[in-house]
């Protein structure tokens, strides 16, 4: 009953609203007709007028600029197509339309949105809200002699100088960062001679410092000094250096040279310019292969000592190799490098690889020229346990304790141990025991090889043991002989001097040196007997190292 009786007075209570309301719109209409009649009209429009002027002041003043896409038939705007590329990257989530246009270039990595005609994009700059739209010139019939498009954009007039001074610089800086990053990285090489690049392809090598088998805190190391180099442009103008910087990476072969050069290459985003020194018939077409070169690049000359004479010129009694008709000389690479006309492509790296560090000229390594060295050795568990990952997808394992005392005595390059371990991705085990009897394997053959060392160098000490023998009983024999002589007419005093001379010990000494360096170790054989060989026997077994101990426990085991 009491829900009834509200509902009724709910009801009442509505019509007498809406009752109010007819009411009082009814009183505003006849007021407003007896203003019009009776208020003159000069005082009406100066009302008005009032009304509007106050209104206006209160509300914002809104700006607009038009961006057109060509200037003309053939100049496109620069500013348009910055624009038009800042405002993809904030179409897709800032849009007020439901329309966007999709689209994705060759050689570019990522697809990218587009405004269509009509569609408002709101972005927000340093607090200032900047609102564009992107408008045809045959549709809104404005600028009758351009074609194409333009874009417009509004916002509070109290702005412009954040627009001039500011916000057209950002577009402009993160425009050319958007299409850098999106951009496929290329691949050039200078194979085909003379002083020009060309493109093999766009470069897509998996390598990354996620993959590649080095230890944790030498790859931070390197990605540290990739990012201060990137992030110091300001720095490289105020000292006077030019904005480049030069890698050694040595090492023995198979250690992970190129595929540490890919991981900096995908790391920067840069391309590469891959220089084959053997195709550079002159130093004036290192200098063009140079100004040819673009920023953001990195230049890589691979096995530098192996490529033309350029070897450490400390080194005397050398042969000079043939460079096969090639004039390239030490000092058109040092100037290639560190030169004039090396600061002409600007942020670039020089990576230079090599099997044998000493080779190189001591004015190719310096600072300046290679500034940071990096040696990629043979592996160690740090890096066979990227490698476990990367290959066989574990971390841990019941013989990662036996790899790791195995690795302390053998060496293996990464190469090696990743060839071990390609065909097991899908049974970790037996990747793991392959790696084990691999290495096992080449410890059994260092071992031997050491046993054999150990041989020779035992048969030379005995032979030098039986020569100092021969000699002492040579002496004894001479000196028996002359203290028998009773025929001899020379003084005591000459006798006694012939002694000393004879057993001088400087003179002993140099017979045995001389001895020593005629001999051939592996003629010892003839001289020895039944006696020599059984010392042989036991010298064998007494000169083993601790090392050669711990091997062939690793064995047994």
């Given at each position: 009953m009491d829900a009834i009786v509200n509902e009724n007075w709910n009801l009442k209570n509505a019509l007498m609203d809406w009752k109010s309301i007819a009411s009082m719109y009814a009183s505003l209409t006849l007021l407003r007709g007896a203003v019009r009649e009776l208020v003159p009209p000069e005082v009406y429009q100066l009302a008005i007028s009032s009304y509007s002027y106050f209104f206006t002041k209160v509300q914002p003043k809104v700006f607009r600029i038009h961006i057109q896409q060509k200037e003309?038939?053939?100049d496109e705007n620069t500013i348009f197509k910055a624009v038009e590329c800042y405002l993809s990257t904030k179409c897709y989530a800032s849009s007020?339309?439901?329309?966007?246009?999709?689209s994705q270039?060759?050689?570019?990595?990522?697809?990218?949105?587009?405004?269509?005609?009509n569609q408002v994009v709101e972005d927000i700059f340093n607090g200032v809200t900047f609102s564009w739209t992107l408008l045809q010139n045959e549709e809104t019939q404005e600028y009758k002699n351009a074609k194409g498009y333009y874009l417009e954009v509004s916002f509070e007039s109290k702005h412009k100088e954040v627009l001039n001074s500011a916000y057209l610089h950002h577009i402009i800086k993160e425009a050319e960062l958007f299409k850098f990053r999106n951009r496929g990285k290329k691949l050039y090489t200078n194979r085909y001679g003379g002083g020009s690049w060309s493109q093999v392809c766009v470069f897509s090598h998996p390598s990354t410092f996620h993959t590649i088998a080095l230890a944790p805190c030498l790859k931070k190391e390197i990605q540290d000094d990739l990012k201060k180099f990137v992030s110091r442009s300001e720095f490289y103008n105020r000292v006077g250096k030019a904005w480049k910087r030069g890698y050694l990476l040595y090492g023995p072969p198979g250690t992970g040279k190129t595929s540490l050069i890919a991981a900096i290459a995908n790391y920067l985003e840069f391309d590469i310019y891959d220089m084959e020194l053997t195709s550079v018939s002159r130093n004036e077409d290192l200098r063009e292969l140079l100004i040819n070169t673009s920023s953001k690049s990195i230049i890589v000359v691979e096995d530098i000592d192996c490529s033309i004479h350029i070897e450490n010129r400390k080194k005397k009694n050398k042969p000079r190799r043939n460079n096969g008709g090639n004039s390239v000389s030490l000092s058109g690479v040092l100037n290639f490098v560190d030169g004039l006309w090396s600061p002409c492509a600007g942020e670039m790296l020089m990576i230079f690889t090599t099997n044998h560090k000493e080779r190189l000229d001591p004015a190719l390594l310096r600072s300046g020229r290679m500034d940071k060295h990096i040696l990629l050795s043979y592996c160690n568990m740090e890096s066979f346990k990227v490698l476990a990952k990367n290959y066989l997808k574990i971390e841990e394992h019941e013989l990662m304790k036996e790899v790791e005392e195995l690795l302390s005595l053998v060496e293996i390059t990464p190469a090696d141990v990743a060839e071990c371990l390609m065909s097991y991705d899908e049974d970790p085990d037996m990747g793991m025991r392959n790696v084990v009897e691999e290495l096992k394997k080449r410890l059994h053959i260092k071992m031997n090889n050491n046993k054999e060392k150990e041989?020779?160098?035992?048969?030379?000490?005995?032979?030098?043991?039986?020569?100092?023998?021969?000699?002492?009983?040579?002496?004894?024999?001479?000196?028996?002989?002359?203290?028998?002589?009773?025929?001899?007419?020379?003084p005591?005093?000459?006798d006694e001097s012939d002694y000393s001379d004879e057993f001088d010990p400087s003179n002993s000494s140099d017979d045995s040196d001389n001895s020593d360096e005629s001999t051939d170790p592996d003629d010892s054989d003839g001289y020895e007997t039944a006696e020599l060989a059984e010392s042989d026997d036991e010298s064998d077994e007494l000169l083993f190292s601790d090392e050669t101990m711990m091997a062939i426990n690793m064995l047994m085991i």
């Open positions: 003309n038939e053939y007020s339309s439901e329309l966007l246009r999709l270039i060759r050689d570019e990595e990522n697809h990218t949105y587009a405004m269509v005609p041989k020779k160098k035992s048969r030379s000490n005995i032979k030098d043991k039986q020569k100092a023998k021969k000699k002492k009983e040579q002496r004894k024999k001479k000196r028996e002989e002359l203290e028998d002589s009773d025929e001899s007419d020379e005591e005093s000459s």
